[in-house]
């Protein structure tokens, strides 16, 4: 089978504006990128039935000649606006009907309000309807269902949400293993390398330009930049070139250099049974959430310490109280004193500490906003530590640090595999 014409659609009238940007279709199309398919091109449309049907009708028309795989978000929720469903019934001259999984956990939701299933308004309710016969993609972060429909020869509509965090969940486990049964990928073998601390543009600028004639005739390539690291993509149908490119991307970035951190983290903590434990102070408990993340962390995560304040740095991981005096809670010696004293509580195997200023207030010429401490106590007792200074708002060096961390972790885990 052809691989399909892909387009994505982004309905919203707050999108055509100007008032919202549309952060779901750069993200899906990077998904599918990773996936082995290229996104042809993408559209936005108002909150206009017209509108979209007549885009729709047109997308229709060429599953005629070739397959199409049309995915939209929005326009699935309770508000009078929120035209899909209606739009799609006309497409397809089809009839609706109510999920019964999504009336009953619309119904746990109203209930925990003190309500009753009498109390939920036919707008709400609608949010559960999908076209008959069509294939369903559960929404387990929120109430509206997604749906896959037939829109021609191995040609496809796809609908949901335009809520981010809604359609994320579902386009990776609902959406992502339907498209793998559906359609080939292109062809394509695909490399992916992850570096840290480094920009996009410095990435392009040093490696891609500098080897494009060499490396890249026949590669088609892609950079994802993510907090901390940016994610390398590279495909082709000539295998020995993209290994070439692998061993020269290594040879150019041999410590900033990674496969798919989380992934290796946790499949090796689980396979070679270490146990790890956290404290941190800047981060929240960010790090503590993603090495929980993945089902089975439980056999090696043995939890944290979320000491942000001195008093708790002291009392719960034993920081010296002249440490904090002297050097500051955002210091060498005070990631390593917590890193000791999670190990102390614990007996880990591996044990992070993270202490730093993430904004937009605290910082000083001598330790400006952004910098950040992470202590690393291996399993041979060594205690490393590490300074970093990470750009960005609040969000982005809580973020930063945390996967950094990960990194660190992940640096440590390859070299005893050796």
Excluded at 89 to 98: D, E, I, R, V
Excluded at 122 to 131: A, D
Excluded at 344 to 370: F, L, M, R, W
Excluded at 409 to 414: E, G, M, T, V
């Amino acid at each position: 089978m052809e691989a399909p014409y892909i387009v994505i659609i982004a309905t919203g009238s707050e999108i055509t504006a100007g008032r919202s940007l549309d952060t779901n279709s750069g993200w899906m199309a990077n998904q599918l990128f990773e996936l082995g398919w290229k996104v042809k091109k993408f559209i936005a449309l108002p909150d206009d039935p017209d509108l979209i049907l007549s885009e729709l009708q047109m997308l229709q028309k060429l599953s005629e000649t070739r397959p199409v795989l049309a995915i939209m978000t929005g326009g699935l929720g309770p508000t009078e606006d929120d035209y899909t469903l209606e739009t799609v019934l006309k497409l397809t001259g089809k009839k609706s009907y109510s999920v019964e999984k999504a009336k009953i956990r619309l119904t746990r939701v109203y209930e925990s309000r003190g309500k009753q299933y009498s109390d939920i308004l036919p707008t709400v309710l609608r949010q559960t309807f999908v076209p008959e016969d069509c294939k369903i993609l559960d929404n387990n972060v929120g109430i509206a269902v997604g749906f896959v429909e037939l829109i021609g020869v191995d040609s496809y509509l796809v609908c949901m949400p335009g809520v981010p965090s809604e359609m994320k969940e579902m386009f990776t486990r609902r959406l992502t293993p339907e498209l793998k049964r559906l359609y080939p990928r292109e062809n394509l073998v695909q490399k992916t390398k992850w570096l840290w601390n480094i920009g996009e543009s410095l990435y392009q600028k040093d490696f891609v330009e500098k080897f494009r004639e060499d490396l890249f005739s026949e590669v088609d390539w892609g950079v994802t930049a993510n907090r901390g690291y940016i994610k390398c993509i590279f495909q082709s149908n000539n295998v020995s070139k993209l290994e070439k490119i692998i061993e020269r991307l290594e040879e150019q970035y041999p410590k900033i250099i990674s496969d798919d951190v989380f992934s290796y983290v946790h499949e090796e903590l689980m396979s070679r049974n270490y146990s790890i434990a956290v404290g941190e102070s800047c981060t929240g408990g960010l790090l503590g959430k993603k090495l929980s993340d993945s089902p089975g962390s439980s056999s090696y995560f043995l939890g944290g310490f979320l000491t942000y304040s001195n008093v708790l740095k002291e009392s719960l991981l034993g920081v010296p109280a002249n440490v904090l005096s002297e050097f500051g809670a955002v210091s060498e010696e005070a990631a390593k004193a917590m890193a000791k004293g999670i190990f102390e509580k614990t007996k880990a195997d591996y044990c992070i500490s993270i202490t730093g200023i993430a904004g937009p207030d605290g910082g000083t010429d001598i330790k400006p906003v952004g910098t950040v401490w992470i202590g690393l106590k291996t399993p041979d007792g060594t205690i490393q530590t590490h300074l970093y200074l990470f750009p960005g708002n609040r969000e982005g060096i809580r973020e930063n640090a945390s996967n950094t961390a990960l990194f660190l972790l992940y640096q440590s885990l390859k070299q005893r595999n050796v």
